[in-house]
């Protein structure tokens, strides 16, 4: 047992629900408990989708345990198969059915049915949402490409150098992080090196576009969580390479091209030296007339530009899936001047990856999808920037600390009805205005730092976010100093009733700052007093000390510093 409050991914059924709501033509029998069809919702609703996923569940009930679920079974995919006459059928178990063993995989290749039958073994008790979406597409992509797959050891023919290269992108699914977007990105960078697309999958394909994946000259792994164990299979049966770079940020926009002429000996220099202009070369009139540049990212100019320089160095905490989790690590740290404070991920099949990155900063990854593990992790590393999941985002704003989603799991704002990729050029503007937006702006950060008695512009004040100053006090101050919500409700809520000296002095560690030492963190600008408080308390208790003057503050700040 577990005892779980909110849970990164859903059970692995989740995943292959969303393989196929990806997809037309392919129908998903689902032996499931009443109730199940809370699912539907996320799709629906979330993604707001027009049209229910094309699921039909069982929704055995408990007076059904006494009789034959095995049966019910057996109606539903005959009933699915006569109401919606697809192409393909997946039929599998949610967890509660996992238990009453009815194996409906099985019953339902045995009904002869005249149409491909994939049977999904998804273990709910070991696995997750992820690994059920990787497990159904490679299932079935198997399923219907096993009778052409080449035999060992066969050599792709040396394509025609007067033929376009065609590529297939492996990966975008329903419910996934802006898939949607990402895309149509994707595809206009491979125009721009004159590759062709070949099939998309599972976004948007049928079971006919599946039996074309192998007319392409190579793969693009574009999520690995979901596409990674396909495209090896691809590799293998037909001897396609695959492209692994994924291309989120400019630099893994770059190598992302960079790969693809290397793999398929195709000349991208243009296309990469293109990308490179800072400026983008249009500071003239056709700026304000022509759209985003497709061909380069505002971003190398936006970070380097004056305004960006109080970026340098801010403290960021890294949290999602394996894929964007590593690809916010690297824009974070290369392309934006940030310093990673903690990185982690709740993939486990990617967890070797995420490690190596964090080890290259100092850190250990947090592999977990514990989030009450992650949680404490961000409080320990105290960032000024959480870029996370919608988890982190609830982590962050009860610590008071600015964040961004880049990763699912995700709710509705998170699909938004607006062009909002994250991957290829424009990808990288998007980032770049999300991930800076939550913090405070540069000026303002300036002037709060100098001018604390400002009756509007008060401490964790953000005005460009329209934050109420004596709320963002509240949020930031008394529980940094160990106040509790009861306090601030019983003293009626204002925290100036709250802070007096005595009360901030009260440490619930046990050490207390005297009242110089606390004027003094309190000069310290809101958003890194609370990593300072924390390191002089442990400098202070390493040292035995239990009263924290300013002089502590000071001996801390330098040896620290050291
Ligand atoms: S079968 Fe699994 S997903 Fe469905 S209600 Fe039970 S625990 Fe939840």
């Known amino acids: 047992m577990e005892l779980t409050l909110w849970t990164y991914e859903g059970p692995p059924h989740v995943g292959a629900m969303r393989i196929a709501t990806s997809m037309e033509g392919v129908h998903y029998v689902l032996h ?24 039909t569940y069982t929704t055995f009930q408990a007076r059904d345990l006494g009789g034959d679920t095995a049966e019910m079974v057996k109606t539903s995919v005959r009933d699915a198969y006569e109401r919606f006459k ?9 967890c509660t059915a996992e238990l009453i063993q009815d194996q409906p995989g099985s019953l339902a290749k045995g009904m002869s049915l005249p149409i491909p039958i994939v049977s999904l073994e998804l273990p709910a008790y070991s696995k997750k949402e992820n690994w059920g979406a990787s497990e159904t597409l490679y299932h079935l992509v198997r399923t219907l490409l096993l009778p052409f797959v080449l035999p060992p050891n ?83 049966s037909f001897a396609q390479p695959v492209i692994k770079t994924v291309p989120i940020g400019v630099g893994a926009t770059r190598d992302f091209i960079a790969e693809i002429g290397r793999v398929m000996d195709i000349d991208v220099s243009e296309a990469l030296q293109r990308s490179q202009s800072d400026t983008l070369g249009n500071w003239d009139a056709s700026r304000i007339s022509s759209p985003a540049n497709p061909q380069a990212s505002r971003l190398p100019w936006y970070s380097r530009s004056v305004d960006s320089t109080y970026l340098t160095g801010k403290r960021v905490f890294i949290f999602g899936d394996a894929t964007h989790a590593l690809a916010a690590a690297r824009i974070a740290t290369e392309e934006l001047g940030f310093t990673l404070v903690g990185i982690g991920t709740y993939s486990r099949e990617f967890a070797r990856e ?18 009450l593990a992650v949680e404490a992790k961000v409080t320990e590393a105290a960032p000024e920037l959480v870029l996370g999941t919608q988890m982190e985002r609830h982590i962050a704003k009860r610590l008071g600390i600015p964040c961004a989603v880049i990763s699912a799991p ?7 009805a607006r062009y909002s990729p994250q991957m290829g050029w424009e990808g990288a503007n998007v980032i770049f205005d999300s991930w800076v937006h939550p913090l405070m702006m540069g000026l303002e950060e300036h002037l709060i730092g100098m001018f604390r008695e400002d009756f509007e512009f008060a401490e964790g004040h953000m005005s460009h976010l329209h934050a109420a100053p004596s709320q ?20 009626g809520g204002s925290n100036q009733a709250v802070l007096t000296p005595i009360q901030v002095a009260q440490d619930l560690s046990g050490i207390t700052w005297s009242a110089d030492g606390e004027a003094e963190l309190k000069k310290i600008p809101f958003f890194v007093r609370g990593k300072i408080k924390r390191n002089t308390e442990k400098f202070a208790s390493d040292r035995g000390i239990t009263s924290i003057t300013v002089e502590t503050l000071y001996e801390a700040k330098a040896a620290i510093g050291k």
């Not at 697809?86 to 949610?94: I, W, Y």
């Not at 080890?359 to 250990?364: D, F, Q, R, S, Y």
């Not at 963002?472 to 003293?491: C, F, K, N, T, Y």
């Open 154 to 236: 066969t050599q792709r023919p040396k394509r025609d150098p007067h033929v376009r290269p065609k590529a297939n992108i492996i990966g975008p699914t329903a419910l996934g992080f802006r898939c949607r977007d990402d895309i149509r990105e994707v595809v206009k960078l491979l125009a721009e090196i004159g590759v062709d697309v070949n099939v998309i999958a599972p976004m948007g394909a049928t079971p006919d576009d599946l039996m074309r994946i192998p007319d392409a000259d190579f793969n693009i792994c574009l999520y690995p969580e979901i596409a990674l164990t396909t495209c090896t299979w691809l590799t293998r």
């Open 32 to 55: 499931a408990p009443q109730g199940d069809t809370y699912a539907d919702l996320l799709f629906t609703m979330i993604e707001r989708r027009d049209r229910r996923p094309p699921v």
């Open 472 to 491: 963002e006090i509240r949020r930031d101050l008394p529980h940094e100093m160990g106040v509790s919500e009861q306090a601030i409700a019983s003293a």
């Open 86 to 94: 697809p192409q393909v059928m997946l039929v599998g178990e949610s």
């Open 410 to 416: 995700i709710h509705v704002q998170d699909v938004p």
């Open 354 to 371: 995420v490690r190596e990155v964090a080890k290259k900063h100092g850190l250990e990854a947090v592999i977990s999808d514990d989030y």
